[in-house]
Structures are given as C-alpha cells and as structure tokens.
C-alpha cells in the first residue's frame, strides 16, 4: 500500500509523517481503533476545537461516563480557560497534528469541530490512525472533500456521526415518520428556508492587522492560501462563515440541518440538477442570500418521476401560494413546507410538525415518537453497541447536496446538470469549484 500522505508534503511534523507513512506500508490498516472498542471500555477522546461548536460538542459528549476527554486541539490558545478550568487535566495542544502524532496510541475517537475548510485533512488524518469521527456539518469545504471523507469512512469501517443533532430529535423523527406513512399523500414539492445571513457584500478591507499573542494564524489558514491577518472579528472566531475560502455560507451552516428530514423522509441521494435564482457572491465573500432550485429523482415517496426542492435564506422566502397552504397561520422562522397530494405538512425547527387543512387535520392524532441520543448514539457506536445514525454514508450524499447550493450560487439562472457518480457537472466552468488546491506544504495524498 501507499503511504497515505503524500512524500512532498509538509502537512505534518516528521514523525507524523513517519507514523502514517511507516504504518500504512506495513499493514493493510492501521489498527487502533479500527474495531470498535469493547462494551466496557472507555472510549479515550480528543477534540478539535476548544470554544464555540466545538466547546458544545465536547459539552455533549462529555456527558457519558464511559467517555473520557484525553486531549484537545485549539489555534487560538485564548479560548481554552474555560477548558482548562473544567478539565484541569486534559492535554492542551496548538497544532492538531502534534496532537495526532502524540496522542494516537492513547485515543479512540474524535470531532472535528473547526471551520470547515479544515474538517477534511483533520478527519482524514485521524481516520487514516483508525479513530472514529464526529464530524461537524456541512462535513466538509467542497464537494470532493465530503466525496472523499465517505469514501475512507466506508473503506476503513470506522465508526462516523455528522453533527445534525437535530437529526435525532423526536419532531424530526415524527416528520419523516409522518412522509413515509403517507399522512399527505405523496410529495409534489419541499421548500424549505432560513433567515441568517452568513454573507458580507463588501470588498475585502485592505488590512494588515497585528496577529493576537497566543493565536496562530498561519496554522488556522491551514490549507487556504496565505494573506494578511484581519483583526475585528472579520475571520475569526465565527464570521469566517461568511467568507467563500473558509466557510460555506447561510445554506452549509444550516443546510444540512434543515435538509436533514427532507432527505430522511423521502429517501433522497444525489440531485440531477441545481439552479441558482439568488445573487452572485463576490470574490471574497457570500452573498447575504440566496435561493437555489434542486431537482431530485422522484422516489416511492413522491408524486412524479422528479421532485423539486427548493431552498431560500436571507430575505429569500417562499411564494406566497405555498405560504398559503397554512391557512392563516404565520410560517416558523425557520422550517420546511412538504406538499402532499393530500394535504401540506410544514415543519418548525424544532418543533413538532403541523399539519393541513385544519378542516381535514384538526383532531389528528400523532403518533408517539421517542427521542433520540445523537451524542449517546455515537459514544455507544464507538463501543459497539449500536449504529450510527447520521454516518457518512448516509450523511455524506446530504453534505453533498447542499454544497451543490454553493456552487450553483456562481452561476445565476443557470441549470446545472449533475453526474454525481463522476463528480462533474454539464457546465465546464461550474466543475472548477467542485475542489480546491490546497497550498504548498498541505497536500494529503488521500484527499487529492
């Protein structure tokens, strides 16, 4: 077998290199933690991402006693106090590759929970250690990054979670149950929306700010591009959702959450086309709306051969006759509208789902539907107590969807047609967007 890195690259300190490189050529896989650990064991494990997403899922996931946090790495050392002060003993690193190369023999599993444009060489790097993986949404920056990251999933049989939480909460369960029992009939159509504005309009400011003691900006950059550090907040902690090099806007943040029980109930995969009627983004940044048109081959759950599934974010809403079907209730703030054949059902989030006309659903009775444990379910995963049920297979074709929405978002009133088994798109142009180059020093041969 190859060495999973590629020889020129630099992405790692040597030994790391050394690790991956010596282990992948003497053994079919990498061992550790490919099997899942025993029911009694602990499961040792390692964040990445100290604050923010990541301080909420090492929230979460410490919550089970059979999980104990080893270690965590963090860029911007500021936002490890509160770490510190409730994990006194936890090992603190800065590179997340010291981590891996230091940590390997005493960790199991892992979440990512960085800006997206890292997601991919971070979890691919601890699958290629055999560790299994949370991963948060939309899994990763491009389309052949969550290709990718499914693929060595699925190759290696780790054990994988996409961090859609929601995904196992009862009202989203209730829904798909609701679909998939016929309740409305068969599906005509899905529109479902979202009113946050990761996007900036503006120029990028011509700045060169003095980069925080304690903040490594070169190793936050990762395998974007070199430029100046900007200070105000304009990339770090969280408005790097804004720009198109580190974060997938409105549609990658929420996207796969809200999209979730549209692909769960109706049984989903990959769309055959996807058309932007939204702004164009600019060169530096996502617009501050859009509104992209998918459509998806019709499955027993649907009522023709195709189904449309449209979503709006920003000030994007849908048309006034698919509000109407609530009768004269307000639409959530943010949800889906499915319509049936037999009635509409629209869905909060998070809330229960609703269902219309009123005249026909008034005294309907729903179905008792329990919760689900998204961060219990992969900590007993892990354990090989159960599935997933959010794993990159299933999750993966989900992420892919939605980055379909970005780039889709470059080309206005354009349809793209997709061919999801070879990646590419009918339009050349549109193609170039499905991966990125990473700079000099970063290349994994995994994800090239």
Not at 80 to 107: C, G, H, M, S
């Amino acid at each position: 077998m190859t060495k999973s890195i590629s020889s020129s690259a630099s992405l790692s300190r040597r030994s790391f290199l050394k690790t991956l490189g010596v282990g992948a050529i003497t053994t079919p896989f990498v061992t550790t933690g490919l099997m899942a650990q025993s029911p009694n064991s602990i499961l040792r494990h390692a964040s990445f991402g100290a604050a923010g997403q990541a301080g909420s899922d090492i929230h979460e996931l410490t919550k089970y006693k059979e999980l104990q946090l080893v270690a965590v790495a963090e860029v911007d050392l500021n936002r490890t106090a509160r770490l510190k002060e409730r994990f006194p003993d936890v090992k603190i690193y800065q590179d997340w590759r010291k981590l891996l190369d230091e940590e390997a023999k005493n960790i199991d599993s892992v979440n990512v929970s960085t800006p997206d444009h890292m997601h991919a060489s971070i979890a691919v790097s601890a699958m290629q250690l055999g560790k299994h993986v949370y991963c948060q949404k939309p899994l990763a920056h491009d389309l052949f990054e969550v290709r990718k990251l499914t693929e060595f999933a699925h190759k290696r049989g780790l054990v994988t979670q996409m961090g859609i939480q929601i995904h196992s909460v009862s009202h989203y369960r209730m829904a798909s149950r609701l679909i998939q029992d016929g309740v409305i009939g068969k599906i005509k159509e899905v529109h479902s929306w979202c009113p946050k504005t990761w996007g900036d309009p503006s120029q990028r400011p011509d700045a060169s700010d003095a980069v925080p003691d304690g903040f490594d900006w070169d190793l936050w950059l990762g395998v974007c591009a070199e430029r100046p550090y900007i200070g105000k907040g304009y990339y770090h902690p969280v408005n790097w959702r804004k720009r198109i090099d580190f974060g997938t806007g409105t549609q990658g943040d929420m996207g796969c959450h809200i999209f979730d029980p549209v692909f769960h109930s109706l049984g989903l995969g990959a769309p055959l086309s996807v058309r932007s009627e939204g702004p164009l983004p600019n060169q530096w940044n996502w617009a501050t709306s859009s509104r992209i048109h998918y459509v998806f081959p019709g499955t027993k759950y649907t009522a023709g051969k195709t189904i449309d599934v449209t979503w709006y974010d920003g000030a994007e809403k849908p048309p006034k006759e698919i509000i109407a079907l609530l009768e004269k209730d307000d639409p959530p703030e943010v949800g889906s509208i499915f319509v049936g054949t037999d009635g509409a059902m629209v869905l909060p989030h998070i809330a229960r789902p609703l269902l219309y006309p009123d005249s026909k659903f008034k005294d309907f009775q729903y179905p008792p539907t329990p919760m689900g444990d998204h961060y219990g379910e992969f900590v007993e995963a892990c354990r090989g107590l159960c599935l997933t049920s959010a794993p990159f297979d299933y999750s993966g074709p989900l992420a892919e969807a939605v980055l379909l929405g970005g780039v889709a978002a470059r080309f206005p009133k354009t349809t793209l047609k997709w061919d999801a088994t070879n990646l590419k798109f009918n339009e050349s142009a549109a193609n170039r967007f499905i991966r990125r180059d990473y700079r000099a020093g970063w290349t994994m041969k995994e994800l090239t």
